[in-house]
């Protein structure tokens, strides 16, 4: 949980979530994580997942984006192409 207002106890997901990405990685290997989170987190199952992509706070239109990023449709590595590679369209 976050918040200006008080200080974690502990840096672990709210509630049941880490049981719940533990059963989700049990039954599909290929199981990528999205932590949608403003500060550090545990992530005991890292090493269960395939993937895990750190969205902070992505904004009104962090949905469209995740999805265009997990797709394919887009580049998220973001800064400068390398050389004789055109620039990735989120840049445009």
Known sequence: MES???DRTDLR???RQDDLVRAV???NPNTVVVVNSGSPVE???REDVAAVLLSW???QEGGAALGDELLGAVEPGGG???PGRPPSPTHR
Do not use: D, S, T
């Open 4 to 6: 200006e207002g008080f």
């Open 13 to 15: 997901l709210p509630g």
């Open 25 to 27: 990685a049990a039954a």
């Open 43 to 45: 992530m005991p199952w």
């Open 57 to 59: 706070f992505p904004g």
């Open 80 to 82: 400068c192409p390398p």
